[in-house]
């Protein structure tokens, strides 16, 4: 396999939320991610300086660059949030969330729902730029409200013209949330239609799909999202094929040492606290059996496990019954 010639695709982990916290994130890093970002945290939630948040934006040195994802509608309250998390944790970029599909944000007229409101996504983003006084403001969108319309070409000249730096495209509607195909064609348009760099999003979940988007669509970088929930070794395959290298082969045995790595990093991070550690791992968890050999029975154990030492007993098991 040849190696690729030129520059290669800057590759980012999408934010995501109860997921990319400081000890996921550092993992990603650890196999390849070049760009982080913080789990969505609202203008709000800053402001108020609660201990929530300050959860949300601890990081450590080695995960830079990284940014501090905010939503909200208010610009002026967001201006007043970047300023905050500036003095606060002094990120390398802000990036507004303009693609969230949620409805309990949506209903508060943040994340996608600023794609049906140009001028007031102009307004945010013409604000927080502003107030960030020359730190690098990014933003992530997704390609529209509904098929009906897919303005992502709009959206992203207006973000453009207002200051944005670099924008995520997630190709597809706030109607589809995550059904159906993210279109890299409106993507690839949105990369013509500006001169910042763009980083594309959706349905990444080999190394050979990213490149093959990536080729596509023109994209600076790719944004991977759900499929580093369960297989985060997808930046150590994409930047393997980068460079016409065959990656290495992920066994049964390397997952399970993985897991129990971040699990144990996550009972480190809750300070000592394993029990309430493991529980806040069970989503991950879950994630994690994708694709495993007895899934179903798999899932069942692990939503009910409290302690490291039970999860190696599980592991245990389950590589030696799957042993070839």
């Not at 990036?95 to 943040?110: A, I, T, Y």
């Not at 493991?278 to 694709?291: E, P, Q, V």
């Not at 154990?301 to 592991?315: S, W």
Request: with cysteine; aromatic share 6%; hydrophobic share 45%.
């Amino acid at each position: 396999m040849d190696s690729i010639a030129g520059p290669r695709p800057l590759l980012f982990l999408a934010p995501m939320a109860g997921v990319t916290n400081t000890v996921f994130r550092r993992l990603c890093k650890d196999l390849g991610a070049d760009v982080l970002t913080t789990e969505f945290v609202s203008a709000e939630g800053i402001l108020h300086r609660n201990e929530r948040t300050s959860r949300y934006l601890e990081f450590q040195s080695d995960e830079r660059p990284l940014g501090v994802q905010l939503f909200g509608a208010d610009p002026d309250r967001l201006a007043e949030a970047v300023k905050a998390v500036i003095d606060w944790v002094s990120p390398d970029f802000i990036d507004l969330n303009f693609g969230c599909p949620v409805n309990k944000v949506v209903s508060r007229n943040g994340g996608s729902a600023l794609l049906k409101d140009c001028p007031l996504l102009a307004n945010v983003a013409r604000s927080v730029v502003a107030a960030a006084n020359g730190l690098p403001v990014t933003a992530k969108i997704r390609i529209g409200w509904d098929s009906r319309s897919v303005n992502a070409v709009e959206t992203s000249r207006i973000l453009e013209g207002e200051g944005i730096s670099r924008l995520a495209v997630h190709g597809r509607t706030k109607e589809q949330g995550y059904s159906g195909e993210a279109d890299w064609e409106v993507i690839a348009s949105v990369v013509q239609a500006v001169k910042i760099p763009v980083i594309g999003n959706g349905d990444i979940d080999s190394a050979t799909v990213a490149l093959e988007r990536w080729r596509q669509s023109g994209a600076t970088g790719i944004m991977i999202g759900r499929a580093a929930m369960n297989h985060p070794w997808i930046f150590r395959e994409i930047r393997a094929a980068l460079s016409g290298q065959a990656s290495e082969c992920v066994t049964l045995a390397d997952k399970w040492a993985f897991i129990e790595n971040h699990c144990a990093k996550e009972i480190d991070w809750w300070k000592g606290q394993e029990a309430q550690a493991m529980k806040s791992m069970r989503a991950r968890l879950m994630a994690y059996t994708r694709g495993l050999p007895g899934g179903a029975r798999l899932r069942e154990r692990l939503q009910r496990v409290e302690t490291l030492t039970g999860l190696r007993e599980i592991a245990s098991d389950h590589i030696g019954g799957n042993a070839a």
